[in-house]
């Protein structure tokens, strides 16, 4: 049996730090999604390749690796098991996951706004992402799930105030803002994988 590496963060670990993680985060009302919900629900994929993100903003200097680790973080939040991104950086060749075996689905993000100017003088970071999930190794497969997601993260928590000095503010506001574009992913549901086939 093949061994793929995965992303593995213990379970214990990730539900007492996600209350603090979700702090701090503007509660939007939730993005129009659109995709194969049906198709969602039954394969609940779980080995997931997440790409390389795309920066398709007007040269606004977007961290990329900031963001993916984001959405790898936040996809296993959901339960789902993200491939390492190394794993996917040494088998992503023309733009698709050509590893053997292909994992379940691939995610793709795409950054269409990026503006952090505003984090020193309010403590409000925005961005726009459009991000979809395919069912396979490459975009060619199904649309299982989509979503465009235009948020405002305010670190300061409603007080309008840059936040305090000596944090690296920037990779809380990714996280934060990559919870917020998946909340309306599915949680994937072992059980529907692994429950017996009715007689």
């Not at 793929?4 to 670990?13: H, N, Q, Y």
Request: glycine content about 6%.
């Amino acid at each position: 049996m093949l061994v793929r590496p995965s992303v593995r963060i213990v379970a214990g670990l990730l539900l007492a730090l996600l209350p603090a993680c979700q702090s701090g985060v503007r509660k939007d009302p939730a993005p129009p999604v659109q995709g194969a919900p049906e198709r969602l629900a039954e394969l609940q994929p779980s080995d997931v390749a997440v790409a390389p993100v795309l920066d398709r903003t007007d040269g606004q200097r977007v961290p990329l690796d900031l963001f993916r680790s984001a959405f790898v973080e936040s996809l296993i939040e959901r339960r789902y098991s993200p491939l390492a991104p190394s794993y996917v950086d040494a088998n992503w060749i023309e733009a698709s996951f050509k590893g053997t075996p292909p994992p379940d689905a691939l995610l793709l993000v795409t950054i269409t706004a990026w503006n952090p100017a505003h984090l020193f003088s309010n403590g409000q970071v925005s961005a726009t992402a459009e991000v979809r999930l395919f069912e396979g190794g490459d975009t060619t497969g199904r649309l299982l799930w989509q979503s465009t997601v235009a948020h405002v993260v305010d670190l300061s928590e409603g007080r309008g105030t840059p936040p305090a000095g000596g944090t690296d503010w920037i990779p809380v506001a990714v996280r934060k803002f990559a919870q917020q574009a998946l909340a309306a992913l599915p949680m994937r549901d072992p059980r529907v994988v692994h429950a017996a086939p009715a007689q």
